[in-house]
């Protein structure tokens, strides 16, 4: 199933909701998005995609897999809803917990699943996006013009969350994170690009 990980980030993370006194709600945030991304991984598993290991990450999990390029748009769309899908499930799951415990995890869900299915990269929303995207452009436009489009909307974001400083801060925090990965993506597109077309090139020859 491959090797679950956490990403650095979360270490000064945790220390600063310890001193806030903010720790038991990240805590249920926390398995909120282990139980989201075991819908990921519980797909692969079903569809047969092989997972080299999953990256915990503050706002959520980043998948990697052994064979990416063998895998089909079918299957990619697939295991991107079923992390969604999953925090639709445990939602439904938290009416059965005591009161004090139903209202968070239910609101954490409502906003797990809001922030996922934003249009960003590489959030569910926007690896769906991706996928609807890559099927109407050709191959080397898809990743510019896809990646300008999320690093956009990351912006977009970001300004809307000033207004609502200091309740928005982590999900700024979040977004921070996400317009860094957009810039790395985007500064690595077109090696990413060569790369997969040589691989579909052999697998097509």
């Not at 797990?112 to 959030?123: A, G, M, Q």
Request: proline fraction near 4%; charged fraction near 10%.
């Amino acid at each position: 199933m491959g090797k679950l990980k956490l990403h650095p980030t979360l270490l000064p993370l945790i220390v600063w909701l310890i001193i806030t006194g903010q720790f038991s709600n990240y805590a249920l945030l926390f398995i909120s998005l282990c139980w989201h991304e075991c819908g990921h991984l519980v797909a692969a598993y079903i569809l047969g995609v092989k997972v080299k290991s999953c990256i915990i990450m503050p706002y959520g999990g980043e998948i990697l897999y052994e064979t990416k390029w063998q895998i089909t748009k079918s299957q990619q769309f697939k295991i991107a809803i079923a992390g969604p899908i999953a925090t639709l499930l445990l939602f439904g799951i938290a009416f059965f917990f005591p009161g004090n415990l139903s209202g968070p995890l239910q609101t954490i869900q409502v906003l797990l699943l809001l922030i996922n299915l934003l249009p960003i990269w590489p959030l569910d929303g926007g690896r769906i996006l991706e996928i609807v995207w890559s099927e109407k452009k050709s191959l080397q436009a898809t990743k510019t013009s896809f990646l300008l489009l999320s690093m956009s909307c990351c912006l977009t974001c970001f300004i809307l969350a000033i207004w609502y400083i200091p309740r928005s801060m982590f999900f700024m925090l979040i977004l921070i994170l996400l317009f860094y990965q957009n810039i790395k993506a985007f500064r690595y597109r077109k090696y990413e690009q060569a790369f997969e077309n040589v691989v579909l090139n052999r697998l097509t020859s």
